[in-house]
């Protein structure tokens, strides 16, 4: 029940108030995709591992790939290789 | 959670009343003015202390110059697929430690400071001191006035004419100056994008609408006080978007092309001028920025921002 109303309150805001600023977070999935996976994979304790993600998403930080459910395949390279 | 309020409503009653303390001279310790510039002091404090973050993300977008060729790769190599394109391009900016996104930070930051504010000044309306508004100053805030409206009154709380006409005021202002950053960011700050993200971009033009109306519904129940403070930062958004965008802008983007043709055209002048030796004026000009030859390049493939 509480998962179905936190999800619906991150789905709402990635609808109508996200999209109207510029993109911003420095991760993939962003951080709000990020709590949707993980409340609705890990309940309560999703919720702290969205808050953690949230703090992680800083101007210090360089972001990158980093799900709460890891899919099948998944590296850190990027396969275009570096310069 | 008082624990974790208090410091807060001590740091902005702090800061506000240091302001006014200073400002108490000039304009006299009742005056709205003083307290209306004493709020607006700690909106220019906190936006200053953010200023390095702003540099920062700046910096980095621009770093990403020299990253284009592989940006064009990921993008041609994943043409079909959003989120291994969305994916790789943040693997990419990781391995290169430069991240041109802005995280949700500057916000965040903002939000308690921006409640703590909201407390404090409701608790003037109320009589309830809050760090160190007490005593004496609760009693003067509590009279003081920004254009015949206590500040500690808002739409909704209130049935004096003049509290309401001077929110609407405010909150029209709010809704503008949202309205004309998001518009110049969106006309000339943004890389012209391709036509996979036009949805993305309708999507925008319709919030670009919906919001200031979201400010208003929302505005109605905020203090004169606070919605100073929104005004003011707003400004400031604003003002700061407008010198990048002016003078920094980012590679791709219309205000962009302005800038090098505007340099260019002025180089060409001096060129003429001194009786032009000089190589090629445009060479000069764009060395600054990093490769020349790039920039060139950027016009027809301008990087991508938008991951979602």
């Known amino acids: 029940m509480m998962r179905t109303v936190t999800i619906t309150i991150i789905k709402l805001y990635q609808k109508w108030i996200s999209p109207a600023f510029p993109a911003r977070c420095k991760y993939y999935p962003s951080c709000s995709s990020y709590a949707t996976s993980a409340i609705s994979h890990y309940g309560l304790r999703g919720v702290g591992m969205s808050m953690w993600r949230l703090l992680r998403c800083n101007p210090w930080s360089h972001g990158g790939v980093d799900y709460a459910v890891k899919p099948f395949t998944s590296n850190d390279k990027t396969s275009v290789g570096a310069i | ?308």
């Open chain 2, 1 to 308: 959670m008082n624990t974790i309020l208090n410091p807060l409503y001590n740091l902005v009653s702090g800061v506000i009343i240091l302001f006014h303390k200073a400002l108490t001279p000039i304009f006299g310790k009742d005056s709205g003015v003083t307290w209306a510039l004493s709020i607006i002091g700690l909106v220019i404090l906190i936006r200053i202390i953010l200023i390095p973050l702003f540099v920062k993300q700046i910096k980095s977008q621009r770093a990403l110059t020299a990253l284009q060729p592989q940006m064009k790769a990921i993008q041609n190599k994943y043409k079909d697929d959003r989120q291994k394109q969305s994916e790789e391009m943040m693997k990419l900016y990781k391995e290169h430690k430069t991240n041109p996104l802005a995280s949700c930070f500057p916000i965040i930051a903002q939000a308690p400071i921006f409640f703590a504010l909201f407390t404090v000044l409701n608790g003037i309306a109320r009589n309830v001191p809050h760090g160190y508004l007490k005593g004496d100053y609760l009693v003067s805030a509590a009279q003081a006035k920004f254009f015949g409206a206590s500040i500690s009154q808002s739409f909704l709380g209130s049935s004096d004419t003049t509290v309401k006409i001077v929110t609407v005021i405010l909150i029209f202002i709010m809704s503008a100056t949202t309205f004309t950053t998001q518009r110049q960011l969106m006309v000339k700050g943004m890389p012209k994008m391709d036509s996979s993200n036009n949805m993305m971009l309708q999507q925008q033009k319709i919030m670009l609408y919906l919001f200031p109306l979201i400010f208003a519904i929302s505005g109605v129940n905020f203090p004169v006080g606070v919605l100073i403070y929104w005004s003011t930062t707003n400004f400031w958004t604003w003002g700061q978007q407008f010198y990048v965008i002016k003078r920094n802008p980012t590679p791709g983007s219309p205000a962009y092309e302005e800038l090098q043709r505007k340099r260019a055209h002025k180089a060409k002048e001096e060129n003429r001028s001194k009786g032009g030796t000089v190589i090629d004026p445009e060479n000069t000009e764009l060395g600054q920025n990093g490769q020349e030859g790039e920039v060139k390049g950027q016009r027809k493939q301008p990087k991508k921002k938008k991951k979602r």
